[in-house]
Nanobody, 125 residues
Framework: QVQLVESGGGLVQSGGSLRLSCAASGFTLDYYAIGWFRQAPGKEREGVSCISSRDFQFYADSVKGRFTISRDTAKNTVYLQMNSLKPEDTAVYYC???????????????????WGQGTLVTVSS
């Protein structure tokens, strides 16, 4: 079964860190650009970061310098290391296959086909 599964969310204090995982099954992540998105209550889903099939990395301005995206080929997993977390980072985080990282870079996430179920990140002040 082709799917993406996120994990690693939780409750953390402001300034803390979390590492999210996006594990793939049924296909090899190496050949795909993978994007991380988030959706806060009452807000539109937004792109956070993306790693291209050639491992180029893209970040939203709001997370640059705090978040790092990476890929572990052996584990068929993409990670999002989140440091210096702020209350405004609170959201459900999703990963998705994002060809060319267009979803993250242009906001065109609605056309993306394969999504994980999401993992909740809550940052307390």
């Amino acid at each position: 079964q082709v799917q993406l599964v996120e994990s690693g969310g939780g409750l953390v204090q402001s300034g803390g860190s979390l590492r999210l995982s996006c594990a793939a099954s049924g296909f090899t992540l190496d050949y795909y650009a993978i994007g991380w998105f988030r959706q806060a209550p009452g807000k539109e889903r937004e792109g956070v970061s993306c790693i291209s099939s050639r491992d180029f990395q893209f970040y939203a301005d709001s997370v640059k310098g705090r978040f790092t995206i990476s890929r572990d080929t052996a584990k068929n997993t993409v990670y999002l290391q989140m440091n210096s977390l702020k209350p405004e980072d609170t959201a459900v985080y999703y990963c998705a296959t994002d060809g060319g990282c267009l979803g993250v870079n242009t906001g065109g996430y609605k056309s993306l086909e394969l999504w994980g179920q999401g993992t909740l990140v809550t940052v307390s002040s």
